[in-house]
């Protein structure tokens, strides 16, 4: 039989299990971001599963600068475009990649995000996936990156596209391109290095984030994380 010294010192254990469990909780939701371009020959799609992941920090954690860290895992999207053609919505938002922000995609369709830091709340929301999110919706805020390769083995022939006139840089054939978002629990996407089979190498993929970014090395995306991203903090 447990003696009183042995329960009270179990019940101590678990109350301090839960309580770090607690003070460490974490979230993570997965959204799938789809690019729809209208061409001469009919629509174009491609898609992408994203997962963001929330890591609570504890208040009475001496060594956390914040109360919690939000990543990202996944990647770029891939859309053939016929003939040799392609578009490429990166993992970045805005012209030259300028703003790496990708974490904000889906609270920026569900919630009312003005910029400034991720709230971990909308994780612990969003996991949950409430029926008042459900389905796909246009993503009409801050666009994602958009380019294209006229040599998909070289990363070196990487041009931006323009979100408002793609057709400057893609041909008159290409009318206009829009995107949707919705929750789901569908794996992350693993497939990009199929088509772009550089972006496992970090000197090429720096190659082509200088070229978009016009060398501009300042604030905004970095150069590995425009294609595909792990989930590193």
Same mark, same amino acid.
């Given at each position: 039989m447990m003696s009183r010294k042995t329960w009270i010192w179990?019940?101590? &254990? %678990?109350?301090?299990?839960?309580f770090y469990a607690w003070s460490f909780a974490s979230y993570s939701y997965r959204f +799938?971001?789809?690019v729809e371009v209208d061409t001469a020959a009919g629509m174009k799609t491609g898609s992408s599963v994203l #997962? %963001?992941?929330?890591?609570?920090?504890?208040?009475? !954690? !001496?060594?956390?600068?914040?109360?919690? &860290?939000t990543t990202a895992r996944g990647e770029a999207i891939f859309v053939d475009l016929g003939n040799g053609g392609n578009l490429v919505s990166l993992l970045a938002l805005g012209p030259q990649a300028s703003d790496g922000g990708v974490i904000t995609l889906a609270v920026r369709t569900?919630?009312?995000?003005? $910029? $400034? @830091?991720?709230?971990? +709340? *909308?994780?612990?929301?969003? &996991?949950?996936?409430?029926? #008042?999110?459900? $389905? =796909?919706?246009a993503y009409t805020s801050k666009k994602p990156t958009l380019a294209t390769f006229t040599d998909l083995n070289d990363p070196s022939s990487i041009r931006e596209v323009s979100y408002n006139e793609p057709q400057s840089v893609l041909g008159s054939n290409v009318h206009q391109v829009r995107f949707w978002i919705e929750l789901t629990r569908d794996p992350v996407t693993s497939t990009l290095s199929l088509r772009l089979p550089?972006? @496992?190498?970090?000197?090429? =993929?720096?190659?082509? *984030? =200088?070229?978009? +970014?016009?060398n501009h090395l300042g604030s905004g995306s970095a150069p590995d994380t425009i294609f595909q991203r792990s989930g590193e903090y």
């Open positions: 179990l019940n101590i &254990v %678990v109350a301090f299990c839960l +799938r971001l789809t #997962e %963001v992941m929330t890591a609570m920090n504890p208040p009475w !954690f !001496f060594l956390a600068a914040n109360d919690s &860290v569900f919630f009312n995000y003005q $910029g $400034g @830091s991720y709230d971990p +709340r *909308w994780s612990k929301i969003l &996991v949950k996936m409430p029926t #008042e999110y459900s $389905g =796909r919706r550089w972006i @496992s190498d970090p000197k090429l =993929r720096a190659t082509a *984030w =200088r070229l978009l +970014r016009k």
